[in-house]
């Protein structure tokens, strides 16, 4: 969905700066402000041994799935028209720097996975050299 409006509105400013210079600029910094947002990703998934962003997807698992809003006995509250179900994400990295693994527990999500963005990270594995990363408990 965000690369639909990022190409619309693109294609309609490049149509706009043949007639004004001052809309160049706009569609430059659009491009780079928008190539930054959709390409960025989580900066928060990082090695838990030496801080590397250099990690590579190992194993996951989708955790049981929950409504967003439930009643006391974890059925569906029909009070909310727009209740969804909901689940967490587990999954393991292992880095290509150090050899360590690390484990994330990611948000709640209507589509569990691992791109999801990261809520703990916490280390499974040692890697080689000195400790720069930490965990996040909590």
């Not at 600029?25 to 962003?53: E, M, Q, R, S």
């Not at 974890?74 to 999954?91: E, I, L, T």
């Not at 994330?104 to 791109?115: E, G, I, R, T, Y």
């Amino acid at each position: 969905m965000g690369w639909a409006w990022f190409s619309i509105i693109l294609v309609a400013s490049i149509f706009l700066a043949q007639f004004y210079w001052w809309i160049w600029i706009i569609v430059v910094l659009l491009i780079l402000g928008g190539l930054g947002i959709l390409i960025g990703g989580d900066k928060n998934k990082k090695c838990a041994w030496c801080d590397g962003t250099k990690i590579k997807f190992k194993n996951g698992v989708e955790g049981p799935w929950y409504w967003e809003h439930e009643n006391k006995d974890g059925s569906r509250d029909k009070r909310f028209k727009d209740n969804f179900q909901v689940a967490q994400y587990k999954s393991n990295f292992s880095c290509e720097e150090c050899g360590a693994t690390t484990k994330f527990v990611h948000f709640l999500d209507k589509a569990p996975s691992a791109d999801v963005k990261v809520r703990t990270r916490i280390l499974s594995t040692k890697g080689s050299g000195e400790r720069k990363g930490t965990n996040w408990p909590n």
